[in-house]
């Protein structure tokens, strides 16, 4: 079936610091992987996204590469600020543009200190 | 207005009694989904519609009841609460182009 696990949180970082969120996955086929955060309070938003092996996401500084051999989609972040502090979530999605569910790891919880 | 709006943000409610959590979007979207939140769990499915006539159990349906009454809204009923039904809910919508958006969650407490 599919999966995904990611790293156990919480991950307490100072500001400036490098990010590493590990997530690794198990499906059939060929998934589609993605990177949502959820801000205190708030509903989940797409961080970025992945659609075939190779592919790299990125947005607001944050990266995540698609890597089949490894199935691997581990989320990075060269050098983060308070304001990134949340839970981030990996997801894949079996068949993506088809009307697709998506399965989440656990969701991983960083915390951003000046 | 919000893209996906969800009522209430927040709810109590005892053991045993019947509750509506309610979404309505503005999207135009066919697909919508119920997830619920736990911690260390991340979101599971609870049901899902593809469109006005279709409903889906997800993995975890048992204990709720859906309802998709036009394309824009679509309502998770928990016939008989349950203090394990205490999560946060978040209704979500999706089309080819832009993916998945998400309403602000519904925080619901069972005592």
């Known amino acids: 079936g599919n999966s995904v696990t990611q790293m156990e949180g919480p991950v307490t970082l100072s500001e400036e610091a490098f990010l590493t969120i590990n997530c690794t996955y198990t499906?059939?086929?060929?998934?589609?992987l993605f990177w949502y955060v959820q801000y205190p309070g708030e509903g989940l938003q797409l961080l970025l996204k992945?659609?075939?092996?190779?592919d790299k996401g990125s947005n607001k500084g944050f990266e995540a590469t698609y890597r089949k051999e490894t199935t691997s989609f581990h989320l990075e972040k060269g050098s983060v600020q308070v304001s990134d502090s949340a839970v981030y979530f990996c997801?894949?999605?079996?068949?993506?543009?088809?009307?697709?569910?998506?399965?989440f790891g656990q969701g991983t919880e960083l915390s951003v200190k000046p | 207005d919000a893209d996906v709006t969800q009522t209430p943000r927040n709810r109590i409610t005892k053991t045993g009694k019947r509750i509506m959590l309610e979404c309505s979007q503005t999207?135009?979207?066919?697909?919508m989904y119920w997830y619920r939140q736990d911690p260390g769990l991340g979101l599971r499915l609870i049901y899902y519609?593809?469109?006005?006539?279709?409903?889906n159990k997800g993995e975890i349906s048992d204990g709720y009841s859906v309802s998709r009454q036009a394309q824009a809204k679509f309502s998770l009923s928990l016939e008989s609460a349950i203090p394990n039904q205490t999560a946060l809910y978040f209704c979500?919508?999706?089309?080819?182009?832009?993916?998945?958006?998400f309403g602000s969650g519904t925080r619901l407490t069972v005592v």
């Open positions: 997801a894949l999605s079996p068949t993506y543009n088809q009307g697709g569910k998506l399965i």
């Open positions: 499906a059939t086929g060929y998934p589609s």
């Open positions: 992945a659609t075939k092996a190779d």
């Open positions: 999207k135009g979207h066919d697909r």
């Open positions: 519609s593809f469109d006005v006539k279709d409903i």
């Open positions: 979500a919508t999706e089309d080819n182009s832009n993916g998945y958006t």
